[in-house]
């Protein structure tokens, strides 16, 4: 420690910035790589924070139990037979079981949807009130929820990101593919997941998405709190274990813009024998396929962890565009700090002739090569943050960016590492010559 709080330090700082200071070119490059890499590190970390924290603030807000078909990554891929509903409510530990249909609007005022999505929520209306807590009912932010009166008709609920985009209020007209909508209500959920949706009677997107309507695409129901929720799952799939489910996909969402993930898993059902059922002339007993459990339960936070389950190679891609930029920032800082050395041996070779010992010349150079990763890191960092800030201006509705201290301050440490570890081999060349032979060779 007495090594590195010594009289020397105060002129090693000053002589070090005066040997960047003297090269403002090379220097300014290394600094620039630095900065690209730092900076596409705090962008690209805060995506995939910004993923994490809408899951969780998407699913963290459904209290109940959701149960779709197993295998299907969503509701839109998931068909359940109608009669399933009735049989679990009548089951010990439910209060209430709410039947759903999901489906995408191809259409919305003549102009296909497809990024972000445009989705159709279908639920039973009457269920829906007796709820608890219900997603999209208690985000109300203008007009009215849908009620018993609106069973059968065409009124809906719009997100608020949706009627801004359409230039839309309470009371407009909306067209979904080839029907007339009207907008009763709007609401807002802040979430990029949940505020998607077009919300309706279940039985107009029926209609709309000629969904059959032998099934739903999946069940929520509130626990009454007798039963704690693994019993109550374990119960529910014990009942339907080995009964033959519908395996369809509805291959109507798979519009352009559609993940590849969840195009992968709607493949992989239809090539286990999956038969969609889009007509309502084929039926399930056609094709049957048993599994050993017709149900998949989870809570909201179990599905939102096997979306993020499903985002594997997005972390893939952001580790390997990290690394990329590493390796360049690392190679960049290297080569300047080789040069600067090669050009100042004699420097150092007089610098050891007047007493300085090895480890002085090379807390010198590592002394550059922390200021060059100090530096970089936080022009980086700003940059990024920068860039944070005005995406999340540019496109609200699309996805919330987060560089969080916690990131910055990592962000800043890593460079300054990268520096320093930029800088240890041209010091150690530095430092294993002795003064004659530095100053022959410089």
């Not at 790589?33 to 998407?58: E, H, N, P, Q, R």
């Not at 996805?399 to 930029?422: C, D, E, M, N, Q």
């Amino acid at each position: 420690m007495k090594l590195f709080i010594n009289v020397r330090a105060p002129f090693m700082f000053r002589f070090a910035t005066q040997n960047l200071l003297s090269r403002p070119i090379r220097s300014l490059l290394a600094l620039l790589g630095l900065t690209v890499a730092i900076m596409g590190m705090v962008g690209l970390f805060s995506i995939a924070v910004g993923i994490d924290d809408t899951l969780k603030k998407s699913f963290g807000r459904i209290p109940g139990l959701a149960a779709m078909q197993p295998g299907a990554p969503i509701p839109l891929f998931s068909r359940i037979p109608t009669e399933w509903s009735t049989e679990i409510a009548s089951m010990k530990g439910i209060r209430i079981v709410r039947p759903e249909v999901w489906a995408r609007a191809q259409l919305v005022d003549g102009k296909p949807t497809f990024s972000p999505p445009r989705l159709l929520f279908g639920a039973d209306i009457e269920t829906t009130i007796a709820l608890k807590k219900a997603v999209y009912r208690d985000d109300l932010v203008e007009g009215r929820y849908l009620t018993a009166a609106d069973r059968g008709t065409f009124n809906c609920v719009v997100s608020q990101p949706i009627a801004k985009a359409l230039k839309k209020s309470v009371g407009d007209r909306l067209r979904v593919d080839t029907y007339d909508l009207t907008i009763v209500g709007v609401y807002l959920c802040n979430s990029l997941l949940l505020d998607v949706a077009i919300v309706l009677d279940i039985d107009a997107v029926r209609k709309i998405s000629r969904m059959d309507s032998r099934y739903f695409s999946s069940l929520y129901f509130e626990p009454d709190g007798t039963v704690s929720n693994d019993e109550l799952i374990e119960s529910i799939q014990a009942r339907f274990r080995g009964r033959g489910g519908s395996q369809s996909v509805n291959l109507n969402a798979l519009a352009p813009g559609t993940t590849g993930n969840l195009l992968n898993a709607a493949s992989a059902l239809l090539q286990s024998g999956a038969a969609p059922k889009d007509s309502p002339e084929k039926s399930s007993e056609e094709s049957p396929q048993v599994a050993e459990n017709a149900l998949e339960i989870r809570s909201a936070s179990d599905w939102g962890a096997k979306i993020q389950a499903l985002s594997g190679e997005l972390d893939i891609f952001l580790w390997l565009m990290t690394g990329i930029g590493v390796v360049i920032a690392l190679l960049s800082i290297l080569n300047t700090m080789l040069m600067s050395v090669a050009e100042r041996m004699i420097e150092f070779g007089v610098l050891k002739a007047n007493g300085w010992s090895a480890w002085d010349i090379l807390r010198l150079i590592t002394w550059e090569s922390a200021l060059l990763g100090v530096i970089g890191g936080i022009g980086g960092c700003c940059l990024g943050w920068g860039a944070v800030q005005f995406g999340n201006w540019l496109v609200p509705d699309k996805l919330h960016l987060y560089a969080s201290p916690k990131l910055l301050l990592f962000s800043l440490g890593f460079s300054t590492v990268l520096g320093i570890v930029g800088g240890l081999y041209p010091a150690w060349w530095a430092v294993r010559m002795s003064p004659m032979e530095a100053i022959r060779r410089g």
